[in-house]
């Protein structure tokens, strides 16, 4: 590589860093209490309301339940918050509902058997751990497939200044307690394992069935690769979860997930508002923000998400592209199509988003120098800005001005993964 290539990358780590500092710096007057009091927490056991009103309150609570052999009130709104408020005895918490499908509640139950500090600490702890492990194989197979591009030096980004980027996404798993980091983890352990080890790549996407709308392009991936035998693998590790999730709790666990638990989700999306859609970086929840109706904010949304699934099934149908084109395309895309994924979601958008854009190749001209940092800094850095737009701009119309963009972040990334893919295939050919 050639000495000015590194020279430009490193200038665009530095200027991203700052500029990302510069935007989590900017919303700490909304992250930074609620991580004081989840940290308190953790070191004391001190149940501070704060602490307690988390969402791994839904996973641990969950927990109890299926070990107990009672899960029925998850599947109803009511029922379900009443128990919240009984079992923490903190008076009225913060409303929550139960989202996921049966066969989650599979890795929910162990929880259970520990107090809800140890069990937030633990669960953290080991999906962090899983989580940079999976960053670490799909950082390993890019470099090997980017020195194939660019010769013996290959890229000059190291792993500790890839993983750098995801500080902030890190700070928010923590302080609200999401399950970013396992389903982060699974979704790159996907990507990395899709080629070369088919049985472990059908097991974590079967685990990946439990947030779904993470996996709604591998299907149309592993077709265009070929790749049957993680297909296979997939439905057959799909089907032993259901089947065990149906020894444990009954089918009909699933009856009343899609009965009661689908149908409120719907009014969830539809009806909720506030903080809520400040922490999704998608067109529908920007818009809904700014007061559109849900039923105008899906169809704008269609309208832009339409043209990118049409786009990116033709390139991965019709045009031959690496492991890492394929990878980067799948991510960039899922999280514009879909109008229901968090920023904590976002992990494996994120870790890819710093390679595409440190990628060699990616980083000339002076226009690119500018524009690349900018674009990594707003994505990086979005768990801990994009919440706090509500109190930064309080009663105006700039938060939700601004709330567009993260979905526009994230399509803009979608449109240089493209640009640079075609421009690749018009070398190629």
Request: proline share 6%; glycine share 6%.
């Amino acid at each position: 590589m050639r000495n000015g290539d590194i020279r430009t990358t490193d200038e665009t780590v530095r200027r991203a860093a700052v500029l990302m500092l510069v935007l989590a710096l900017a919303g700490m007057s909304f992250w930074l209490p609620q991580l004081k009091a989840v940290l308190s927490g953790l070191l004391t056991g001190d149940p501070d309301p704060v602490f307690i009103n988390r969402d791994f309150a839904n996973y641990w609570l969950s927990g109890r339940q299926a070990l107990a052999g009672d899960i029925e009130p998850l599947f109803f709104k009511d029922q379900y918050q009443e128990l919240l408020e009984q079992t923490f005895a903190q008076g009225a918490m913060e409303t929550r509902n139960w989202s996921y499908p049966p066969h989650f509640l599979l890795l929910t139950a162990p929880l259970g058997l520990f107090s809800y500090r140890a069990a937030y600490l633990l669960f953290e702890c080991l999906s962090l751990a899983l989580f940079v492990w999976a960053c670490f194989v799909t950082w390993l197979q890019w470099h090997q497939s980017s020195e194939n591009v660019a010769g013996p030096s290959g890229p000059p980004t190291s792993f500790p200044a890839a993983i750098l980027f995801l500080s902030c996404f890190v700070v928010a798993q923590f302080y609200i307690g999401q399950n970013g980091f396992l389903f982060g983890g699974l979704f790159l352990l996907a990507l990395a394992w899709r080629q070369t080890k088919p049985i472990a790549c059908g097991l974590v996407l079967a685990l990946l069935t439990m947030k779904p709308q993470l996996g709604t392009l591998f299907p149309f991936l592993l077709l265009a690769e070929r790749n049957f035998g993680a297909i296979f693998w997939t439905v057959a590790f799909t089907l032993l979860l259901f089947a065990l999730s149906v020894a444990a709790f009954g089918f009909e666990s699933w009856e009343l997930f899609i009965s009661e638990t689908l149908s409120y989700q719907q009014r969830v999306m539809r009806e909720w508002s506030g903080v809520f859609l400040y922490m999704m970086p998608t067109f529908f929840a920007a818009l809904r923000a700014t007061g559109l109706t849900a039923s105008t904010a899906l169809l704008v949304h269609l309208m832009i998400a339409l043209p990118v699934l049409i786009l990116t099934l033709w390139l991965f149908f019709s045009t031959r592209a690496a492991w890492f084109e394929n990878s980067v395309l799948l991510a960039g895309a899922t999280f514009v199509i879909t109008p229901y994924a968090f920023f904590y979601d976002a992990g494996p958008l994120y870790f890819l988003a710093v390679l595409s854009l440190l990628q060699p190749g990616q980083q000339s001209g002076a226009c690119r120098r500018l524009w690349a940092p900018l674009l990594l800094a707003l994505l990086a850095a979005q768990p801990l800005w994009l919440p706090a737009l509500p109190l930064l701009a309080k009663g105006t119309l700039v938060a939700p001005a601004l709330a567009l963009l993260a979905p526009l972040a994230v399509l803009a990334l979608f449109i240089v993964v493209v640009s640079y893919r075609l421009r690749l295939q018009t070398g190629r050919q």
